[in-house]
């Protein structure tokens, strides 16, 4: 069994930042494709920033300049650090891996909760 387990999330003041960690557990051989969506109430799941295995990065436009993704691959891990927080930036925050089990795994986190506000 492969799980995403996410860590980091809270409430944090507009302007702050918070950085979310997300590590990938149990039978894996390989870990492709790593990234982060979100996900606000009456709204579909929508791409904040993946990376890949290579550590290339890929980001939505709205987080450009302000977010950063990084992984570790001998740790199977991906951080994302999220700088000058906005209002519109609460959500909940999922993490999203391509792992390879001996078959091919879409896997996704439980969730993770940010919330900008005064």
């Known amino acids: 069994q492969v799980q995403l387990v996410e860590s980091g999330g809270g409430l944090v003041q507009p302007g702050g930042s918070l950085r979310l960690s997300c590590a990938a557990s149990?039978?894996?051989?390989?870990?492709?494709?790593m990234g982060w969506y979100r996900q606000t109430p009456g709204k579909t799941r929508e791409l904040v920033a993946q990376?890949?295995?290579?550590?290339?990065?890929n980001y939505a436009n709205f987080v450009t300049g302000r977010f950063t993704i990084s992984r570790d691959n001998a740790k199977s891990t991906i951080d994302l650090q999220m700088n000058s927080l906005k209002p519109e930036d609460t959500a909940v925050y999922y993490c999203?891996?391509?792992?390879?089990?001996?078959?091919?795994?879409?896997?996704w986190g439980q969730g993770t909760l940010v919330t900008v506000s005064s």
């Open positions: 990376i890949t295995r290579g550590g290339i990065p």
């Open positions: 149990g039978s894996i051989s390989s870990v492709y494709g």
């Open positions: 999203r891996a391509d792992v390879i089990t001996g078959r091919y795994l879409e896997v």
